[in-house]
C-alpha cells in the first residue's frame, strides 16, 4: 500500500493520481448514464466537507445514511464525512421506525441523511425522540434541508484550511464507521471498524482477486449499508474502475446486460433466484430444444471446477452455456459469493457455464473479509470458503468455534463493553461461527454457534446445512428446520410461488390454500425425501408445514441481508410448531 494512502479518504486523490476517470460513478438520468469524473468527485467532496464544517461537524460526531438504492452522493458524503474526522453511520432502507430510533441513538448520530421522502418522513417520526439536530435528503424536492443546499453551503463557506489541518490529524487508526449488526439473535451491535483496517481489506483485494486494468466497469447493487457492498466500493474505487449504480434490483438484469461488468458480488440468495429462472425457461423449451438444455445443466453438475474443457462442454457452451453468460452482460469474468452459504450444486454449474464462483467468508467484525476461494488452479475447494487471508491467525476452538486475530478484525462494539468482551477472549475474537481447517488450509464452516440445537435424542443439528440443501427445490423458498428439545427435526417452508404456480398450472390443478393443498404439499415431500437420501438418520427432515404468507424483511422474518431471524419465524408460527410436535 502507498504512503500516500493510509486513510480511506486519501483514495480519491490516490485515484486522481494513478488512474483518474471520466466515467468513475455512473448514474442512469432520464434513460441516460451520466457520469462524474474523479476530478470532480474529489471537488465535490471538497465542497460537503465544507458544508459539513460550516453545519458544526466536531471530530467524531456521528451522522446516520439511509438510502434505498446506491447513489454517488453517499460515497461523495462518505469521504466528507471521514475526512473531517466524523463517523459514517450506515443504515439500511428496510429497517422500522423502531429501528431507526434505537440506532440513532445508541450511536449519538447528530446528523442523518435520508435518500427519499419515505425514508425521510420515517426518520422524521422519531427525531424527536434522537439526538438528531438535521435530517437532509438527497432528494432536493422533499425538504428544504437537501444535497443543493450542501452544495451551496459548501461553495459560500471558508472552511477549507480547517478541512486540511483535520485530515492531516486523522491517523489510520482513528474510528471511521460503526456498522450496525442485522441482530439474528438480539438487538443490533455497533461494529466500530477504523480506516486502516477497512482500507487494508480493500486493498488486499488486489491480490485476492484477478483484476488489473483500470477502468473495468462494475455494477454497484447490494445495500451499501452492508460491509460487504462498502469493501468491494473501496476496492473498484482504489483499482480505478467504473462503478455504474443499479436502477433497481428489479432491473438489474437490465443493468448487466448494458454495463457487461467485469466481475460481480453477489449473494446466494440473489443467485438461487437467478438459476431458479434459468431452470424455468428450460422448462418453457419443447422437443430436441429441452433435452439439449437439461442435458448441459446434468454435464454442468457432473463436471469438477478444475476439469479440462473437453468436446461436451465445449458443445454445451457454444448451445446453452453462452446464453446463460448473456444475462450477466457476457464479460463476466467471474462472481465472488458471500454473506451465507452456497451451495456447491451452483458452484459447479455456473463454473461449467464459464461464469465461476468464489465462495468466501467475511464479517462486519472482520471488515468484510475473512477467507475466500482463489482463482489460481488448486485453489478453490466446494464445500469450503477457502483459504483465510494472510494476515489473520486463526484456530479452531475445543467446540469448533472459529477464532481470529489480524489486522481487519475490530477493536470493540460501540458502548457495549459486555459483548466486547465476551467476543474478545486470550486476545482472538470470537466468531461464533463452528468450522475446521481442512486439508491444505481450506476453512470449512459448519453453522452458526447460537443456530445449532439438539434433539431430545442428544444428537446435534446444524441447520444451516440442511436448509442449503432442501432449497435446491424449486417449491422452496425459504426454509427453517426446527426441532430443539424434540424427538426429530421437521421444517416450516414458504413456498416459491411462481414454481408452484406453474406446477399447478402444468398439472391442471386449483390451489386454493397453499398450507393445506394435500397434492403440492405430497409434491414437495417428494423433493424433501429425494434430499434427506444425502443426511444421516438423525438430520432428515421428517414433517414440515407451509407458512401462509411470505418471508420478508419489511415483516421481520428476515434480516436486511435475507438472514433467518430465527426467533421470530418461530414466534409467528408457534401454531404451525406446536401442529408438527402435536403427536
Not at 456498522?179 to 477504523?194: E, F, H, L, N, R
Not at 475474537?429 to 470449512?444: A, M, N, P, V, Y
Not at 426446527?482 to 391442471?508: C, F, R, T
Not at 411470505?550 to 419465524?569: D, N
Request: glycine share 6%; net charge negative.
Amino acid at each position: 500500500m502507498s504512503k500516500h494512502l493510509t486513510r480511506l479518504f486519501d483514495l480519491p486523490d490516490y485515484q486522481l493520481r494513478h488512474s483518474p476517470q471520466d466515467k468513475a460513478f455512473n448514474t442512469k438520468v432520464d434513460g441516460q448514464w451520466v457520469a462524474l469524473s474523479t476530478q470532480d468527485y474529489c471537488q465535490q467532496i471538497a465542497v460537503i466537507s465544507n458544508a459539513l464544517m460550516a453545519l458544526g461537524v466536531q471530530v467524531d460526531d456521528k451522522i446516520a445514511i439511509v438510502t434505498e438504492k446506491n447513489c454517488v452522493e453517499w460515497h461523495i458524503l462518505d469521504m466528507a464525512i471521514l475526512q473531517i474526522g466524523a463517523i459514517n453511520v450506515p443504515l439500511y432502507a428496510t429497517l422500522s421506525s423502531k429501528d431507526y430510533e434505537f440506532i440513532l441513538n445508541h450511536s449519538d448520530s447528530k446528523l442523518c441523511f435520508v435518500s427519499n421522502k419515505d425514508l425521510f418522513e420515517k426518520v422524521q417520526s422519531v427525531q424527536k425522540n434522537t439526538q438528531v439536530t438535521s435530517v437532509f435528503s438527497f432528494d432536493n424536492t422533499v425538504s428544504d434541508d437537501n444535497w443543493n443546499k450542501l452544495l451551496v453551503l459548501g461553495k459560500n463557506a471558508a472552511h477549507h484550511s480547517e478541512v486540511e489541518a483535520r485530515k492531516a490529524n486523522i491517523s489510520p487508526q482513528h474510528l471511521a464507521t460503526i456498522i450496525y449488526t442485522s441482530g439474528t439473535t438480539g438487538v443490533p451491535k455497533g461494529v466500530m471498524i477504523t480506516h486502516e483496517e477497512l482500507l487494508y481489506t480493500a486493498t488486499l483485494c488486489k491480490d485476492l482477486l484477478n483484476l488489473h486494468e483500470p477502468h473495468l466497469p462494475m455494477v454497484s447493487y447490494l445495500p451499501i449499508s452492508h460491509v460487504f457492498e462498502r469493501l468491494v466500493m473501496y476496492y473498484y474505487q482504489y483499482m480505478g474502475f467504473e462503478i455504474y449504480f443499479a436502477e433497481s434490483l428489479e432491473k438489474l438484469v437490465d443493468n448487466l446486460q448494458e454495463i457487461k461488468p467485469a466481475f460481480l458480488p453477489i449473494v446466494p440468495r440473489l443467485l438461487e433466484k437467478i438459476f431458479d429462472k434459468i431452470i424455468a425457461k428450460g422448462n418453457e423449451l419443447s422437443g430436441l430444444k429441452k433435452i439439449l438444455f437439461f442435458w448441459a445443466v446434468r454435464l454442468a453438475e457432473r463436471t469438477e471446477i478444475d476439469q479440462k474443457r473437453g468436446w461436451q462442454l465445449q458443445l454445451a457452451d457454444k448451445l446453452i452455456y453462452s446464453k446463460w453468460r448473456a444475462i450477466f452482460g457476457g464479460e463476466l469474468r467471474f462472481l465472488v459469493s458471500g454473506s451465507a452459504p452456497l451451495h456447491e450444486r451452483l458452484i459447479k454449474v455456473f463454473t461449467a457455464a464459464g461464469l465461476p464462483i468464489y465462495e468466501g467468508y467475511g464479517m462486519t467484525e472482520s471488515s468484510g473479509v475473512i477467507s475466500i476461494n482463489g482463482y489460481k488452479k488448486g485453489e478453490s475447494r466446494l464445500k469450503t470458503v477457502g483459504k483465510v487471508i494472510s494476515s489473520l491467525e486463526v484456530k479452531i476452538a475445543e467446540d469448533g468455534e472459529i477464532l481470529l486475530k489480524g489486522l481487519n478484525i475490530f477493536k470493540g462494539y460501540y458502548k457495549d463493553e459486555v459483548n466486547t468482551a465476551e467476543a474478545f477472549r486470550d486476545g482472538f475474537f470470537h466468531t461464533g461461527d463452528i468450522g475446521e481447517i481442512c486439508e491444505d488450509g481450506f476453512l470449512k464452516i459448519t453453522d452458526r454457534k447460537k443456530a445449532i440445537f439438539k434433539t431430545s435424542g442428544g444428537k446435534y443439528i446444524a441447520p444451516a446445512i440442511i436448509e442449503n440443501i432442501m432449497k435446491q427445490s424449486p417449491f422452496i423458498e425459504q426454509i427453517m428446520v426446527i426441532g430443539e428439545g424434540y424427538k426429530m427435526p421437521a421444517a416450516l417452508i414458504q413456498v416459491n410461488h411462481e414454481s408452484v404456480n406453474d406446477w399447478a398450472e402444468k398439472n391442471h390443478h386449483q390451489i386454493k390454500d397453499i398450507t393445506t393443498d394435500v397434492q403440492l404439499i405430497a409434491r414437495i415431500q417428494e423433493d424433501i425425501d429425494d434430499y434427506n437420501e444425502s443426511l444421516g438418520n438423525w438430520e432428515k427432515i421428517k414433517k414440515f408445514e407451509i407458512t401462509p404468507d411470505e418471508w420478508t424483511v419489511e415483516a421481520g422474518h428476515l434480516t436486511p441481508t435475507l438472514k433467518l431471524k430465527r426467533k421470530v419465524i418461530k414466534e409467528k408460527y408457534k401454531a404451525l410448531f406446536a401442529k408438527i410436535y402435536a403427536d
